[in-house]
Nanobody, 126 residues
Framework: QVQLVESGGGLVQPGDSLRLSCAASVRTGSSYAMGWFRQAPGQEREFLASISWSGTTTYHAPSVKGRFTASKDNARNTVYLQMNNLKPEDTAVYYC???????????????????WGQGTQVTVSS
């Protein structure tokens, strides 16, 4: 069983930065590919980034590459999404997700994720 708890969302102004956290409770010795997604009202859920359980491999969607960065604290089993230069169109509920994979593997296909957090709201508005 995997439990994911996101935090760090909030209301920010355009141009601000925000860092989201996702604390993962997993079975000892297991490894997962971790992903970040978002869903704006009336829109489909969108893939943003994936990071391997080792933290050494990442993939960022072209739409956010250069502004958003995924990282992982292995000691805390926590993944982060650093978001810079936020824009109003970044307003959405942000989710982290996990799926069992080899330690250096990333996964970019949303339907391959088995476990999801509850989401955290990010609102970018002046």
């Amino acid at each position: 069983q995997v439990q994911l708890v996101e935090s760090g969302g909030g209301l920010v102004q355009p141009g601000d930065s925000l860092r989201l956290s996702c604390a993962a409770s997993v079975r000892t010795g297991s490894s997962y590919a971790m992903g970040w997604f978002r869903q704006a009202p009336g829109q489909e859920r969108e893939f943003l980034a994936s990071i391997s359980w080792s933290g050494t491999t990442t993939y960022h969607a072209p739409s956010v590459k250069g502004r958003f960065t995924a990282s992982k604290d292995n000691a805390r089993n926590t993944v982060y999404l650093q978001m810079n230069n936020l824009k109003p169109e970044d307003t959405a509920v942000y989710y982290c997700a996990a799926t069992p994979r080899a330690i250096h593997t990333v996964v970019v296909i949303m339907t391959q994720y088995d476990y999801w957090g509850q989401g955290t709201q990010v609102t970018v508005s002046s």
